[in-house]
């Protein structure tokens, strides 16, 4: 599976952003899916993951209520819908599928990463 993760960009704070992350090959249905961020000196931290079918989803705290993880398995693209967005939020963002049904917050359970694309959200 490659991951192609795209519609980062520079905004301000309380403006929103939908990333993307569009996935090649035929088993993308079969996976879960990861958002993770990287901050400059932080470690990778999991913001959203969903199951393959969508049916269970996770957030970190800091999130919820403001970003909404989805899949279309018809397109193999995963979406994070982004709102009222924080300079905290500011961060490089991956995509990343695991070869199982059940989402994971661990990073080394993903076996599949996209390029990264940068969120900067100015105060």
């Known amino acids: 599976v490659q991951l192609q993760a795209s519609g980062g960009g520079l905004v301000q704070a309380g403006d929103s952003l939908r990333l993307s992350c569009a996935a090649s090959g035929r088993t993308f249905r079969r996976y879960a899916m990861g958002w993770f961020r990287q901050a400059p000196g932080k470690e990778r931290e999991a913001v959203a993951a969903?199951?393959?079918?969508?049916?269970?989803?996770y957030y970190i705290d800091s999130v919820k209520g403001r970003f909404t993880i989805s899949r279309d398995n018809a397109e193999n693209t995963l979406y994070l819908q982004m709102n009222s967005l924080r300079p905290e939020d500011t961060a490089v963002y991956y995509c990343?599928?695991?070869?199982?049904?059940?989402?994971?917050?661990?990073?080394?359970?993903?076996?599949?990463w996209g390029q990264g694309t940068l969120v900067t959200v100015s105060s």
């Open positions: 990343a599928a695991r070869m199982s049904g059940a989402w994971s917050t661990y990073p080394t359970r993903y076996h599949y």
């Open positions: 969903i199951t393959w079918n969508g049916d269970s989803t």
